[in-house]
Each structure stands twice: as C-alpha cells, then as structure tokens.
C-alpha cells in the first residue's frame, strides 16, 4: 500500500460490542485503527436499560478523548418504531427514545442514530408525521446530541427509503439543527439508487443534495449487500463481497466531500471481519 491507508484518509469506525464494559469499547476500535466507532448504549433487544456508572462514563470519555476519537455513533433500539399510530405503544417508544437521547448526552455522544420504522397499519404519510410529531416531542434544544434519521432498505412497510420521505419528516421538524441523516450504503442500493457505477453514484448524491441537502448528511454505514438493487431487502454483507460491490463503496472512500464524516462498518462477522473489510477498502483507495 502507497500513501494513506483508509482509516487515516476517511473517519472509518465500525460497530463495537461493549461487553463487559461500554469504556471498553474505544479500545476495540483502536485496535483496527479506527477514528470513530458506533455502540448501543444498553441491550438493543430490551425495552429497559441498566443506568450508566459515573465512573464507567469517565473512563469512557477518558478513553475517546485519549485517543482522538471523534464522532461517535450510538445505534437506537431496534424495537422503537417511531411510526407506529398505536398511542400505547406510542407513549412506550418516546419514553425508551428519550432515554437513549439522555444517555448518548451523558456518555457525550454526537450522534444517535435510529431506524426510520415501520407504517403497519397506517398510511405512509401518517407514519411520516407520527415520526416527525414523536422527534418534536423529545428533541430539547439544550440536547447535545444529534439525532440521525437511517435510510431505510424498504423491506416490508419500512419508510425512509426514498430521500423524499426522509426529506417530508425532516421538513415537520421544529429545531432543525439537531436532527440529520445516516446513509446506509447497503439501504440506499437496497432501496433501489444506483451508487455502484460513477455516474449512478453522481446522480444519487447529487439528488440527495436537491432533495434533502449535503449539510443534513452526517454520518454512513458502510455495508456490502447481499440482495441486488432494488431488492428492498436488508442484508449486509461483507465489503466487496456482495452486490453492491468494492465499486460502489470505493465511490464513498474515495470521497473526499465525507472525509471529516463517520462511516461505520456493519458488516455481518462484526470485528471478525472488519481486518478483510478494511483491506478491501485500501486496495480500492484511489491516489489523489
Ligand atoms: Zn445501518
Ligand atoms: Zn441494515
């Protein structure tokens, strides 16, 4: 390899376990030589959460600023459809939200990111506001953290999946310099944009800017995917390895409008895989 490897040229992190401790987490991904890096901040698959030590969040802190990490991602439950018109479940999902704002803020976390959800039993235009009524509800302007909406794969009733919509709900809300966008490589190929050929890849960020704006644009998820375009299937898969290909993500590292911007892996062997993930990525680094 000749010049910058990818994770000096881009800010590329992964997702990291925090088993056995969340302050354990910016050393898993310094051992990749990763500048950034994504977590959940408590059991994704449960509704209640542990609360955070002090002690473990200053050692947390301790350790992303000891290594100049930055940018940092946490990943929302994935039980919290924000879209439901179930005004019982309604109330839990704003109160489990609320409680991953409050502690992405005390681990001084940037970016917390969340799946759209899903429009089961409503309208897609419903779901859209009910998305965007429950952000305003939650988002307080002293917050430090900001909240990003995920492009969605469309699979199933999924919403989120043409900029459009994502444009729709970010338009409906109130204080707008705290929410954002994760683009998720695999999603956005999934949902059915072109990002594999140079000039799909043009097009779609180009559309992307009309529609929702660059500056929105705060951080990716870089998968492969398993499933061709517009299979509105998500599956990720290995970098290089899927349909997507080395290709379409060299069109994203390559880059250099998203150098300061996170990306993060979430390929399916985890930290297993991010040593092949991330030599794909170099040999696809293109000298400039
Ligand atoms: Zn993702
Ligand atoms: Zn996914």
Avoid at 2 to 22: F, Q, R, Y
């Amino acid at each position: 390899m000749v010049g910058l490897g990818v994770t000096e040229k881009m800010l590329i992190g992964g997702h990291i376990s925090t088993a056995g401790g969340i302050y354990l987490s910016p050393e898993r991904a310094a051992k990749f030589s990763f500048r950034t890096f994504q977590i959940f901040s408590k059991n994704q698959m449960q509704w209640k959460a542990k609360p955070l030590l002090k002690e473990d969040v200053e050692k947390f802190q301790n350790e992303v600023k000891s290594r100049g990490m930055k940018g940092i991602m946490v990943h929302a439950s994935y039980l919290l459809n924000m879209a439901t018109p179930d005004l019982e479940l309604r109330s839990k999902v704003i109160e489990a939200f609320g409680e991953e704002i409050r502690r992405a803020d005390i681990l001084g976390i940037d970016y917390l990111t969340f799946h759209p959800g899903s429009s089961n039993g409503t309208s897609e235009k419903e779901a859209l506001k009910n998305i965007a009524d429950n952000l305003n509800q939650l988002i307080k302007s002293g917050q430090k953290c900001t909240i990003l909406l995920e492009t969605s794969a469309g699979q199933g009733k999924t919403v989120g999946h043409t900029f459009e919509q994502l444009a729709e709900i970010l338009d409906q809300i109130q204080i707008k310099g705290k929410v954002g966008i994760c683009f998720d490589t695999c999603h956005v190929f999934a949902a059915g944009y072109d990002i594999k050929s140079k000039s799909g890849y043009a097009e779609t960020m180009d559309r992307f800017n009309s529609t929702i704006g660059l500056d929105k644009l705060k951080g990716f998820h870089l998968n492969d995917s398993k499933k061709g375009i517009n299979s509105r299937v998500d599956r990720h898969e290995q970098i290089g390895d899927g349909m997507l290909g080395i290709d379409g993500i060299s069109n994203f590292i390559n880059d250099m409008r998203f150098a300061d911007t996170p990306m993060n892996l979430e390929t399916p062997l985890g930290e297993g895989g991010y040593e092949k993930d991330l030599a794909a990525m170099n040999a696809a680094l293109k000298e400039d």
